[in-house]
């Protein structure tokens, strides 16, 4: 490709990118209907934003990107901000932050700032109207300066107040005015005259759960987050659906505040903004976290996180706090809101396009975003099941640069009518690996190439079978080098022969010390020590870990052996039925019946476990490890344990034990661990921090337990 045409594939691309996020935006802030996720967006823009940074002759001022979002919707009165609601300049990670913070010290040319730090909430931005202490307008944010009237729906939401409460003379709200003493003399009233409050309308999680529920029962709307929610309820004509939302709000700005009449009619009819009106008044306000100590004197819900930060560290430990009680948090978050705190520092800061340059919005990891597939290429997994993977530029997601995700399967390619060349929205939640979850199909541009899985191992050119009744295809070859390198580092992984990691069993492999797993245990200190970069201690480590792990429990070799749809559950189940490895050969090479009525043993599972057990090669590689030192203990037979039949799933930190030591508690007492909650979990055993799990538990409906309750359980 030419320069020309390479320049001609950008600008097609930002194209592609300003047309698909304005439909998304429009599906987004007009119909209340987003079809993707805000990460998704988010991803979207950013790709944009980067290109039109590189390319900045792609520019165009009146495009969508140079816009605050939002549309009055016709059906509502339209209202005029006063003053303009802002959008927030995003951070994604504390490089960036810092750039910012040195930027606002750079303009300010000073060497420390004081930051407000608060939590950014998931909800519809609101502006409320308080004249002579009453509510008397609330309108939403619109475009920024036009907005939609949709005052009687915030009149149903009980934690926004009709009338303000008077602020106390000697309380903290009116201490504010201490700057210029004498001046309060002239208020006859300690309600402002005039106030602009914003704030952000809010769903809780618990009740969006609800709604979604009885929605589902009813065949109506099924809201994907709070704040869609939010939004879908507050934006309708009839009030009586906010009423019954049960929906909530949290102020944290003043826009505008004025006191006394005459203060009022000294600045005309047109009340100017705050900014102005702290040019022209005495009555200043002098930090953003002031405004929040006000909002709560005049009766207001504030949120308690907050915090005024001396430095960009303190402002970093905030954010880190805050993480570990989000997912615990009430109401849905996307990061946090950091401004300077001083208001006149603000004013100098001022405001650049649409969002003021003296806050910035820190938002939290993204567990979604956007790229494009260059490629698909299949993984042979250790049972030899090919995995297709999409091949992607690195991509930040979750906190972590992703550079390929898993497609599962042929079928799951089909499902996502997946190409090559396609943007699509990858997934990563926690630790669990990435995963493509839809095609942008909007953003095709017709070169895209369809993917078909290869006829042959892409390892070692076997022809591929699929196994009746699986969706996935194999390779048959048990000489397969690709399969073998992987069931290597599994295999280790479980005897938890720590100190081969798989760099070192490739070394070991190529230098033909080993050719599979039974070798690891004939291996010698003489080996090792010879070789390049290893020496006699880290030979010696290596020879003392693998004879310390020789011996290993059934359930664990059982594991081990990789067999196909045996894990780590499984494998623990038929340790305690079989309690011998020859027991469960026998029965499994003779009798697939008996094998089937286990208790969690299904078809597939004992098909496997015959076919696994039949194979020649599979004897002689267990006789091997036998003949090469591993020794298997015998299990007990399961005792009537007083947890059996339960499932328990640990979460946050226990103070008494590690959760490995409570797992292995359990499992002595006949119970099971689980690693994720569902309706048949029997406890949640939650501990300091506790994340998700809890909330799931209490979705649904699972019995929590505390430490100390386990603890007596036991
Ligand atoms: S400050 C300058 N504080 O975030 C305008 N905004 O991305 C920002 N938001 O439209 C106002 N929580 O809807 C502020 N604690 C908070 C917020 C917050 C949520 C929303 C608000 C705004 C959007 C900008």
């Known amino acids: 490709m030419n320069k020309i045409e390479a320049k001609k594939e950008i600008q097609q691309r930002i194209e592609k990118l300003r047309s698909e996020i304005s439909r998304l935006r429009n599906a987004y802030h007009v119909e209340n209907a987003p079809s993707v996720t805000d990460d998704v967006y988010d991803s979207l823009s950013r790709e944009l934003k980067s290109l039109l940074k590189e390319y900045p002759e792609f520019n165009n001022e009146s495009s969508n990107e140079n816009r605050v979002a939002g549309k009055a919707l016709d059906k509502f009165v339209k209202v005029n901000h006063k003053t303009r609601m802002l959008s927030l300049n995003d951070v ?13 010290k750079k303009l300010l ?12 909430f998931d909800g519809l931005a609101v502006s409320l109207i308080y004249e002579d202490g009453k509510f008397i307008r609330g309108a939403t944010r619109g475009d920024g300066n036009v907005g939609e009237d949709i005052t009687e729906n915030l009149k149903m939401i009980d934690s926004i107040p009709l009338s303000l409460k008077p602020a106390k003379k000697n309380s903290p709200a009116f201490a504010l005015g201490d700057l210029e003493q004498g001046t309060h003399d002239s208020l006859n009233s300690s309600l402002p005259v005039y106030l602009e409050v914003r704030g ?93 100590k006000l909002l709560k004197q005049l009766g207001f819900p504030v949120d308690e996180h907050d915090a005024i930060c001396k430095n960009l560290n303190e402002v970093e430990d905030f954010i880190k706090k805050f993480e570990k009680i989000r997912p615990d948090f009430k109401f849905g978050t996307d990061g946090i809101v950091i401004s300077v705190d ?24 993204a567990e979604r975003a956007t790229t494009i597939v260059k490629d698909v290429r299949v993984n042979v997994g250790r049972t030899g099941v090919l995995t297709p993977l999409a091949i992607f530029e690195p991509t930040l997601v979750a906190g972590s640069t992703v550079s ?18 396609d943007t699509v929205v990858i997934q990563k939640a926690g630790d669990v690996i990435p995963e493509v979850v839809e095609v942008l199909v909007k953003m095709r541009t017709g070169k895209e190439k369809k993917f078909n899985m290869p006829k042959v191992c892409p390892a070692c050119d076997t022809k591929i079978e699929k196994k009746e009744g699986l969706v996935a295809s194999f390779c048959p070859n ?42 690891i245990f004939t291996l010698q200190k003489e080996d090792i020590a010879p070789l390049d970069r290893f020496g006699e201690k880290s030979a010696e480590n290596i020879i003392n870990e693998i004879n310390l792990k020789k011996k290993i429990s059934l359930s664990k070799f059982l594991w081990a052996l990789g067999i196909l749809h045996v894990g ?55 006789e091997k490890l036998k003949k090469n030192g591993v020794t298997i203990e015998k299990v007990e037979k399961k005792k009537a344990g007083k947890f059996n039949g339960m499932t328990f799933v640990l979460t946050g930190a226990l103070a008494t034990m590690s959760r490995e030591l ?22 949640v055993v939650a501990g300091e921090e506790a994340g998700s799990k809890l909330t799931n538990a209490q979705k649904l409906g699972v019995k929590v337990l505390t430490e100390e309750e386990f603890l007596k359980m036991l």
């Not at 994604?92 to 606002?104: G, I, M, P, Q, T």
């Not at 009449?261 to 005495?282: D, F, I, W, Y």
């Not at 476990?609 to 590689?621: G, K, P, S, V």
Request: some cysteine; glycine content about 6%; aromatic content about 8%.
């Open 568 to 622: 780590e559950e499984t494998a623990r189940d038929l340790a305690q039925e079989f309690g011998t490895l020859e027991n469960l050969i026998s029965v499994a090479r003779q009798d697939l019946a008996s094998l089937s009525e286990i208790e969690n043993i299904g078809p597939a599972v004992s098909n496997s476990l015959h076919d696994y057990f039949f194979d020649t090669h599979n004897i002689a590689f267990i």
């Open 342 to 365: 001083d208001l006149k520092l603000q004013e100098t800061l001022g405001v650049v396009g649409k969002a003021p340059r003296y806050m910035s919005a820190f938002k939290y990891p």
């Open 200 to 292: 952000e309308v809010l769903m809780s999680k618990k009740t969006l759960v609800s709604l979604n529920k009885k929605n589902e029962k009813e065949g109506k709307t099924i809201f994907a987050n709070t704040r869609n929610a939010a939004a879908g309820s507050v934006r309708q004509l009839d009030p009586q659906i906010a009423k019954e939302r049960n929906l909530d709000f949290r102020a944290y700005d003043i826009a505008e505040v004025v006191w006394g009449e005459e203060m009022k009619n000294s600045l005309g009819p047109r009340v100017a903004s705050l900014n102005q009106t702290l040019e022209n008044s005495s009555f200043l306000l002098p930090n953003h976290s002031d405004k929040h």
């Open 404 to 421: 390929k995700a898993t497609l599962h399967n042929i079928e799951q390619i089909e499902r996502l009518d997946l190409r090559i060349g």
């Open 109 to 120: 040319v000073v060497s420390q700032v004081n930051y407000f730090c608060e939590v950014k």
């Open 478 to 519: 048990p000489k397969c080098s690709a399969k073998n390198e992987r069931y290597l580092d599994f295999f280790v992984s479980v005897f938890g022969i720590y100190e081969l990691g798989p760099k070192i069993l490739r070394r070991f492999k190529d230098e033909g010390l080993i050719t599979d797993a039974g070798d």
């Open 92 to 104: 994604f990670s504390f490089e960036e932050l810092e750039e910012w913070d040195k930027r606002v």
């Open 662 to 683: 409570a797992k292995e508690k359990i499992l002595a007492h006949g119970g099971k661990v689980s690693g994720s909650v569902s309706k048949n979990t029997s406890y």
